[in-house]
């Protein structure tokens, strides 16, 4: 790197650092105000709350607001930069506003990297640690069941002939009933399984145990019916999947996310665009950092009057805008038909284009 590149690449991070630092003190000082009441319910000790809950909800913050971290702090150091005529020093040394731009496309792909990593890997973990307090003292809903609380039925899909439904299952003592099950072939019933109850057992590995069960195989005219007392099965489900968590997608690390829309897929899952949205923002959040950065880049290198605060007044709108696009997408995805890799990327795609409408018109 040339001196240039490294001033540029040293202002970018130490200024991007020093603002998610001071970010994220401002996000928790303001989470401890709202979750006061929540901590002394708990009884959780000091300690307790600063490393089960806060070393997860920093994470959570700033992979959160990630890309409109790297925006604000593009255009606030590009912007004092073109303040002091430096930019116009550089072009004016003969350097090109491609070439100028480099250092800035570097960093920025080296930032995209770390988020792309850490959403992948390790944010999910700490978002077990955060949703358990959420879930658990926030919105007091340790126990939620789709069963018992939200329909008297729950009906998924095994297989892509095999159906199942099961009734009144308790997510702590894992077990419910009546369980019935039913195989198609050509439209066409060939085998149906009833079981008073069935109990989730973990010894000599983790299967289903099945009570008072009633199997019929059919073929055609000629039906065979068999009673057992007790029956093990190995289901492709297991009791998580029959608690309805609303932070479930997030929990799960890129692996266990391919793993789990597979096998919503397979079962005919009504909640999948909420799992395929979250795998694809995992990929489009991390191209989103680029594409802010060369926004930020184009929009402070002009200098006018007004300096940085009407840089960063047009930065916030941007990002404003930004936010309502990706949040308006989702739940177009996850509550109605809208594509979820469009929904994830539709964000990315329109800024792209301004991006690029932005350089062209750019003074070079």
Same mark, same amino acid.
């Given at each position: 790197m040339k001196k240039i590149d490294q001033y540029i690449v040293k202002k970018f991070l130490t200024t991007f650092f020093f603002s998610i630092f001071l970010f994220t003190i401002i996000a928790v000082v303001i989470d401890i105000g709202e979750k006061t009441d929540n901590f002394v319910e708990s009884g959780w000790s000091v300690y307790k709350i600063i490393t089960d809950y806060y070393f997860s909800f920093i994470p959570h913050i700033i992979a959160l607001l990630f890309p409109l971290f790297v925006f604000i702090t593009v255009i606030f150091f590009t912007s004092k930069?073109?303040?002091?005529?430096?930019?116009? &020093?550089? #072009? *004016?040394?003969?350097?090109?506003?491609?070439r100028f731009l480099r250092p800035f496309f570097f960093t920025g792909l080296l +930032? *995209?990297?770390? #988020?792309?990593?850490?959403?992948?890997?390790?944010? @999910? %973990?700490?978002?077990? %640690?955060?949703?358990?307090?959420? !879930?658990?003292?926030?919105?007091?809903?340790?126990?939620?069941?789709?069963?018992? %609380? %939200? &329909? @008297?039925?729950?009906?998924? =899909?095994? !297989?892509?002939? /095999?159906? *199942?439904?099961?009734?009144?299952?308790?997510?702590?003592?894992?077990?419910?009933?009546?369980?019935?099950?039913?195989?198609?072939?050509?439209?066409?019933? /060939?085998?149906?399984?009833?079981?008073? /109850?069935?109990?989730? !057992?973990t010894t000599g590995g983790a299967h289903w145990q099945l009570e008072g069960v009633h199997e019929r195989t059919i073929n055609g005219l000629d039906e065979k019916v068999t009673i057992i007392s007790s029956k093990r099965m190995n289901f492709n489900f297991d009791p998580s999947d029959l =608690?309805?968590?609303?932070?479930?997608?997030?929990k799960l690390t890129t692996p266990e996310l391919m793993h789990k829309i597979k096998l919503e897929q397979l079962r005919g899952g009504e909640d999948i665009n909420a799992f395929k949205i979250e795998f694809y923002r995992r990929f489009a959040t991390p191209f989103s950092v680029l594409i802010l950065t060369m926004i930020g880049?184009?929009? $402070?290198?002009?200098?006018?009057?007004?300096?940085?605060? $009407?840089? +960063?007044? #047009?930065?916030?709108?941007? &990002?404003?805008?930004?936010? +309502?696009?990706?949040?308006?997408?989702?739940?177009?995805?996850?509550?109605?038909?809208? @594509?979820? +890799?469009?929904a994830a990327w539709l964000p990315n795609i329109v800024f792209a284009l301004v991006a690029i409408y932005l350089y062209r018109k750019a003074p070079k």
């Open positions: 930069m073109a303040g002091r005529s430096e930019i116009v &020093a550089i #072009l *004016a040394s003969g350097t090109s506003f491609k +930032l *995209a990297v770390l #988020l792309g990593v850490s959403a992948s890997f390790i944010v @999910p %973990k700490a978002e077990i %640690k955060r949703t358990y307090f959420e !879930d658990v003292y926030v919105h007091g809903n340790s126990n939620y069941d789709k069963l018992v %609380k %939200k &329909a @008297p039925m729950l009906y998924f =899909k095994i !297989d892509s002939f /095999t159906y *199942a439904g099961i009734r009144n299952f308790n997510e702590v003592i894992k077990s419910g009933g009546p369980f019935f099950m039913y195989r198609i072939k050509n439209n066409r019933a /060939t085998y149906n399984l009833r079981a008073n /109850t069935i109990k989730w !057992d =608690k309805d968590d609303d932070y479930a997608e997030v880049v184009v929009i $402070a290198s002009r200098k006018v009057r007004g300096g940085s605060g $009407a840089h +960063l007044a #047009l930065g916030f709108v941007s &990002a404003a805008i930004f936010i +309502l696009m990706d949040r308006f997408s989702t739940i177009f995805s996850t509550k109605g038909n809208f @594509p979820p +890799l469009i």
